[in-house]
Each structure stands twice: as C-alpha cells, then as structure tokens.
C-alpha cells in the first residue's frame, strides 16, 4: 500500500476550482450545447480548435479544445477520467430556467437527485461528459446527524415541481 503525505495544514478556505477545460470531438456542436443550450457567453474563441465560455462576463468558467480530440470519441466505460462538471446555480428559480432549457432542448436527463444540502439534475453534453447543474441550499438547512455533523443523503428530485418554479 503506497503512504499517501499529508499536508500539515488544509488548503485555504478561500480556494476556488476556478474551471474547467474539456477535450471535445466538435467545437461548435460543444458550443451549441454550453451556449445555446445551458446560456454560458462565448468569451473567446481560436479559431476551430479552442473557445471560452463564461457565466456574467468572467473570462472563463469553461474552456472547450479539439487540440487532442477533434472527431474523437468518448472514453469507453471502465477507464479514469472526468466523472461530471458541476455547474453551480445561484438560485432553486435559476435551477428551474436551467432545467427548463435542458427540456426545451430536448435534452434528457440520467438522473435529479436531492442530497439534502443541495438539488441536482444530471446529464450528458454532446461528447458524453457528465454535467451536473446543482444549486446549494443555505447552510442552515443541510442535514445534520446528532453530534452535529454533516449528514449528506440521495433522494428523488421531484423535478415537476422544479419546473413549476420556471418563470419565463
């Protein structure tokens, strides 16, 4: 068994996963999905091989490339990679507009779960990477056990009633 360092004082609190940068087979199929579907801005592109894409005018919360993968296909199941990108939404109503334009686009979903301290929809991009949209509750409200610890659980998302909080 390989001994694994332990590092003498946890990370700072303030660190963030600033983003993530995907290997894709279509740049412009991937941007039709992020952009066009799910509503990210289009900050930069290279040409047919890179772009970047954000949320609010960031200068990316996503990079998309085809350096590796251009006409490519998906990892097969059974090896290491990427298990999903979570997108983090602000609100249960942005939530709603994000599920609903997943639906609108026809797009289904593999699963909606309700972990207590957060309600998350599950799904695939063009090129098979998983991406969850997910929004947190307060704090306040994450499930505790008796001692006071976090108690994380997956339930079913009633995703109708979700989508009863779209408001166009």
Request: glycine share 10%.
């Amino acid at each position: 068994m390989t001994s694994h360092p332990v590092a003498p004082e946890p990370v700072n609190a303030g660190t963030r996963i600033g983003h993530v940068h995907l290997k894709v087979a279509d740049l412009d199929r991937a941007l039709g999905f992020y952009c066009d579907v799910l509503g990210f801005q289009l900050m930069q592109k290279y040409g047919d091989q890179a772009a970047f894409i954000s949320a609010g005018g960031y200068h990316h919360h996503i990079g998309l490339n085809t350096w590796e993968s251009k006409g490519g296909k998906p990892p097969p199941a059974g090896t290491t990679g990427l298990f999903h990108t979570a997108i983090l939404y602000p609100t249960r109503a942005a939530l709603a507009d994000a599920l609903h334009r997943v639906v609108t686009a026809g797009i289904a979903l593999d699963g909606a779960s309700d972990h207590g301290v957060s309600e998350a929809l599950y799904l695939r991009d063009p090129d098979e990477n998983g991406v969850e949209l997910y929004r947190d509750r307060p704090e306040s409200e994450w499930p505790r056990d008796v001692d006071g610890k976090l108690a994380m659980f997956t339930r079913r998302l009633d995703v109708d009633a979700l989508l009863k909080e779209y408001k166009p």
